[in-house]
Structures are given as C-alpha cells and as structure tokens.
C-alpha cells in the first residue's frame, strides 16, 4: 500500500513538474513573440546548439572558449532581454496584486478622460489608443517608445501643439504609454462622413483591424469621438467618455472632479457650485491661454 502511495505521489510531483516548466517556457513564447527578441533567440539557440556539439566533439579551441564565456551568458541575457523581463516581472505582479492593480488602471484611465476634457477646450487635436487583447506592437515600433505610466501630466505635454511628439497617435498598454507619434493604417470605409480628416480616419482604422479603444478629439471643433469595432461615436461629452471607457474595459471608474478653468481678467468665479467644463463650449474658451488646472 505504501509503495503504491509513495509512486503516484511521485508521478503526480513530475507531472507537475512538467506542467510548469511547459507554461514558463509558454509564457515566455508569448511574451518574445512579435517583438525582436524572437530572432535574438533564434541566435541563442544556434549558439547553444554550437556550444554542445564543442562539448560533445573533440573541438579543443572551442571547448576552452566556450568553458571561459559560459560564465558570463547569464548576466548578457539579463542585459540583451532586459526590456522583456522587465515587462514580464510587471505584468505578474499586476497579476498577483490584480485588486490594487484594478484600481490604479481606474486612476490611469481617469486621467485619459481629464485629458481628453483639457484637449476639447483647447481644441487641440490628440489620438490615444487604448490595447486591448490584440497587441499593437508593430505600430508600437512605428512610433517613438517611451514606457511610462499613464498620467494626465504627460499627455497634455506630448499632445501640446509645439511638442515634437504632437502628430501621430498615443499608445497605451494598460497604465503604461507604450509610444507616441506612432503612424496608424487610415480606414477606407467609404461610408465614412468626409467631414472626418486623417486623425479620425486613423482611429476608427486602428480599431477595424484590432480590438483597440481609440479616443479622438478633433483639432478643429473640439469635440471628443470615441472609435471601436471599425465605428465611431462622435460629439461625447466627457461624462459620456467615461461610462463608455468603463463599459468596454469592464470596469467601474468613479467620477472625478474636473478642471475648472480660471477666471479671465482677474474675475473670480460668482459660485463654488459652477459648471463643470464638459458643459460648456470648446469655443468659449481662449486656446491660446492656459486656463486650466488639474485638480
């Protein structure tokens, strides 16, 4: 009896040995897959294959080479791959800490809203792209990296009309901005309004070919566009922004207090209950002028 115990106990412990050995090495296609380690690996394995038929053969010189170099791979896969560990160490402790990480992805798409209202009073034109299942890589690398967390402070600065960044699209991987002034493929839907320009036409592309969320905001009217799916909803408000950025991302955002704009020529506001930006026009304010403040 205890035998038989002691070699299913044995058998069960290898099978799970096995088992996760096979979702690591998974993981870690998934995680090189579309990028350019994929081919740096490919290397790696030729040189692995080099390395053990010098181990195998009678090839003295390179055994004495490879016995002297071996040492060192470790910390220059550590260095080659480092962008990739990096990413993959974040994303299992946003795994592993997914209640806290829920809401601070709630804060970092709170700020795309904020920003989105900031942009629609200046009417200054901006595009982010929100991935989703589909990755967005190849459009990723079309742009400039950045890899920084989500704030409102960066995309009012990469989206200010003197910036270099200001043309092309924004790309946001949960609360991280991927890239800026990346190029996006225009829709040719021809049932498309003419009135729509390049800007709008490569949101609503971007989303015919992934699951991406794109947030629009026209450059000439203000006014904010939310496109999914190949379609897009146009003239929504900021409130309006917010329940649908939380319904496709399936999630509750709470509402958040939004920039008040300052008092032109000295004049304080007549009451601390005014109203908030999103009701007012984009064309009542001055673009030219920094009247706002984030909360």
Same mark, same amino acid.
């Given at each position: 009896m205890?035998?038989?115990?002691?070699?299913w106990?044995?058998?069960a412990?290898?099978a799970?040995?096995i088992?996760l050995?096979?979702?690591?090495?998974?993981?870690?296609?998934?995680m090189i897959?579309?990028?350019r380690?994929?081919?740096?690996?490919a290397?790696l394995v030729v040189?692995g294959?080099?390395?053990?038929?010098?181990?195998m053969?009678?090839?003295t010189t390179l055994?004495?080479?490879?016995s002297?170099v071996?040492?060192y791979?470790?910390?220059?896969?550590?260095?080659v791959?480092?962008?990739?560990?990096?990413?993959l160490?974040?994303?299992l402790g946003? *795994?592993? =800490?997914?209640l806290?990480?829920t809401? !601070?992805?709630s804060?970092s798409? +709170?700020?795309i809203?904020? &920003?989105a209202?900031?942009?629609?009073q200046?009417?200054?034109?901006?595009l982010?792209?929100?991935e989703?299942?589909?990755?967005?890589?190849t459009?990723i690398?079309?742009?400039?990296?950045?890899d920084?967390r989500?704030?409102?402070?960066l995309?009012?600065?990469?989206? *200010?009309? =003197?910036a270099p960044?200001h043309?092309? !699209?924004v790309i946001?991987?949960? +609360?991280?901005?991927?890239a &800026?002034?990346?190029f996006l493929?225009?829709s040719?839907?021809?049932?498309?309004?003419?009135?729509l320009?390049?800007?709008h036409?490569a949101?609503?592309g971007?989303?015919?070919e992934?699951?991406?969320?794109?947030v629009?905001?026209s450059?000439?009217?203000?006014?904010?566009s939310?496109?999914?799916?190949?379609?897009?909803?146009r003239d929504l408000?900021?409130?309006?922004l917010?329940?649908?950025?939380g319904?496709?991302?399936?999630r509750?955002?709470?509402?958040v207090?939004l920039?008040?704009?300052?008092?032109?020529n000295?004049e304080?506001?007549?009451?601390a209950d005014?109203?908030?930006?999103?009701?007012?026009s984009p064309?009542?304010?001055?673009?030219?002028a920094?009247?706002e403040?984030r909360?």
């Amino acid at each position: 009896m205890t035998p038989v115990f002691t070699s299913w106990s044995q058998g069960a412990w290898a099978a799970l040995d096995i088992l996760l050995v096979a979702v690591l090495v998974y993981q870690v296609l998934v995680m090189i897959r579309g990028t350019r380690a994929a081919p740096m690996l490919a290397g790696l394995v030729v040189l692995g294959t080099i390395f053990y038929l010098a181990r195998m053969g009678e090839l003295t010189t390179l055994n004495w080479v490879v016995s002297r170099v071996l040492p060192y791979v470790v910390f220059a896969l550590i260095v080659v791959f480092q962008s990739e560990i990096r990413h993959l160490l974040a994303d299992l402790g946003r *795994r592993l =800490s997914f209640l806290g990480g829920t809401s !601070a992805e709630s804060d970092s798409y +709170d700020d795309i809203v904020l &920003a989105a209202n900031l942009f629609s009073q200046h009417q200054t034109g901006a595009l982010i792209v929100i991935e989703r299942r589909i990755g967005l890589r190849t459009h990723i690398e079309s742009g400039v990296p950045l890899d920084a967390r989500l704030s409102y402070d960066l995309l009012a600065t990469i989206f *200010r009309p =003197s910036a270099p960044l200001h043309d092309g !699209a924004v790309i946001v991987q949960k +609360d991280r901005i991927a890239a &800026a002034a990346c190029f996006l493929p225009l829709s040719m839907n021809p049932l498309l309004s003419t009135q729509l320009g390049t800007r709008h036409r490569a949101g609503i592309g971007i989303t015919e070919e992934t699951d991406a969320i794109a947030v629009i905001v026209s450059e000439e009217t203000g006014a904010i566009s939310l496109a999914l799916g190949g379609a897009i909803e146009r003239d929504l408000t900021v409130e309006q922004l917010r329940e649908r950025l939380g319904s496709e991302l399936r999630r509750y955002m709470a509402p958040v207090t939004l920039p008040t704009p300052i008092a032109q020529n000295g004049e304080e506001e007549s009451s601390a209950d005014a109203d908030l930006p999103e009701t007012a026009s984009p064309r009542s304010t001055h673009s030219g002028a920094d009247s706002e403040v984030r909360p």
